[in-house]
């Protein structure tokens, strides 16, 4: 798969800041009105002073996969609140570039407009590769939301306080279990991005396609 190169990588904090600022223009948050087929999954684990980067691609029928790449590297940028695309976007990108089976919509372990510039990963990777994408976080970055009910399904919208828009969805996936953090990537509505979520977590807390990314990330070594 190609993608957008839109920025260089290799910048400091505050122009890394700055290009967030500047693909803000470029978000779309629209009905994804064909089906979807094909969904990518991905994450990053970290080994020392290197990362790998795994994407998985999965049927929506059965949520089986059926293409998988990883890309194992050095990061460069440092950790810092609200950056993670320039820490592990890179890696991500190389391991898309191998990837055959396009998706119609990709899975990020991560934020997606829930972010204080409204570019999370996923939002600034569903830019670059201009695929649909969501963010599903396991622990909250930006805004405010209420603790939803108890029971699987529930959930509570999360704001920006200081302007009143709505950013996510904090969405209990299992009954008495920590909800998940999902937000819209890029060419989505939120309501279709709750619900998939919930589509993908029949058993589990985690979307079953990122629970399988998850893991192909912690294996140690090239795939």
Not at 15 to 21: G, L, P, R, T
Not at 96 to 113: N, R
Request: charged share 25%.
């Amino acid at each position: 798969m190609e993608y957008q190169i839109l920025h260089p990588w290799k910048v400091n904090i505050k122009k890394a800041i700055e290009i967030q600022e500047g693909l803000r223009k470029r978000i779309i948050l629209k009905q994804i009105l064909k089906p979807i087929k094909k969904i990518a999954a991905v994450d990053v684990a970290f080994f020392d002073d290197e990362a790998k980067a795994a994407v998985c691609i999965f049927n929506l029928s059965d949520i089986r996969p059926i293409e998988a790449k990883t890309v194992r590297g050095k990061i460069d940028f440092p950790y810092f609140p609200g950056l993670l695309t320039f820490r592990e976007g890179p890696l991500i990108l190389k391991a898309f570039k191998k990837i055959k089976v396009k998706p119609d919509i990709v899975l990020f372990d991560g934020q997606g407009v829930c972010h204080p510039r409204r570019m999370g990963i996923a939002t600034h990777l569903g830019i670059l590769l201009n695929l649909s994408s969501i963010g599903c976080a396991k622990s909250s970055l930006y805004g405010i939301y209420n603790m939803p009910a108890n029971e699987r399904g529930s959930f509570s919208f999360i704001y920006d306080k200081d302007i009143k828009e709505t950013l996510g969805v904090a969405l209990r996936t299992r009954t008495s279990v920590k909800p998940v953090f999902v937000s819209c990537g890029y060419k989505v509505t939120l309501k279709q991005a709750k619900e998939l979520i919930l589509a993908l977590t029949p058993e589990f807390r985690i979307p079953e396609p990122l629970r399988w990314a998850h893991r192909l990330a912690k294996v140690s070594g090239a795939y």
